[in-house]
């Protein structure tokens, strides 16, 4: 796996992005109030970027929002199925009708069905789509169906925690780029992209899959917030 890491963005990538995080860390994530004059509103904390990554698909296939299912497959995808709930929100916390949400992950044995993921010890799952392009309706909403994805190795020691990357694309708002990571995972305190985030960019991109959802599988709720437009 060496010099890999160099095409995951850790590479000339790295450096950059601890800029921009540094830059957020000023920024407090959650609800907070605004005082304008006599008139406070609820805000809504930007969401923390985080790089891109090499996996982003060469090409775009299949991608509806259940993830866990193929065109033609053998059956459902591998692992623990999850649903994946949430609204895109601007800064004042009002939902962003009309987003394009694209999310792509790794399979359950943290795999990229990806050219530039080699790991052969690592086995590709042909029922998994691994890509999905979603759309927010009028109260900001999406919804998909997916697995949760494994880790993998990375660098040196560095084992990437399990996570789904976002990349949001809002009509009238700057895009944003980011994970999405599973709360309480033990390999989030060592990750070399979420571990250096202030507590609050933290708990705006670790997401409790402790509700209920379709079919009784676990249900988590992450809210993309984007900057003004
Ligand atoms: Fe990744």
């Not at 995808?77 to 939902?95: F, H, S």
């Not at 993921?117 to 042909?126: A, I, Q, S, T, W």
Request: charged share 20%; with cysteine; proline share 9%.
């Amino acid at each position: 796996m060496a010099g890999k890491e160099e095409h995951r963005g850790i590479g000339p990538d790295g450096p950059r992005c601890l800029v921009r995080r540094r830059l957020l860390t000023g920024l407090t994530a959650g609800a907070a109030l605004i005082v304008t004059g006599r008139v406070a509103r609820a805000a809504c904390a930007l969401t923390a970027p985080q790089v891109e990554g090499p996996f982003y698909p060469v090409a775009i296939g299949e991608n509806d929002w259940d993830l866990t299912r193929v065109s033609g497959g053998t059956g459902r995808a591998e692992g623990e199925v999850i649903e994946v709930i949430g609204r895109v929100l601007d800064t004042q916390c009002k939902p962003l009708p009309g987003c394009v949400i694209e999310v792509w992950q790794a399979n359950v044995h943290g795999r990229y069905s990806h050219p530039r993921d080699r790991g052969d010890d690592r086995p590709l799952d042909p029922n998994f789509q691994g890509y999905a392009r979603l759309s927010t309706d009028q109260e900001g909403r999406y919804r998909f169906v997916t697995i949760v994805p494994g880790s993998y190795p990375a660098m040196g020691d560095w084992v990437r925690p399990p996570h789904i990357h976002y990349k949001v694309h809002a009509p009238f708002n700057p895009p944003v780029t980011t994970q999405m990571y599973f709360a309480g995972h033990p390999l989030n305190d060592k990750d070399l992209l979420l571990a250096p985030l202030t507590p609050a960019q933290r708990a705006g991109l670790e997401v409790a899959f402790d509700a209920k959802g379709a079919d009784g599988v676990r249900r988590g709720t992450f809210n993309p917030v984007l900057g003004a437009g």
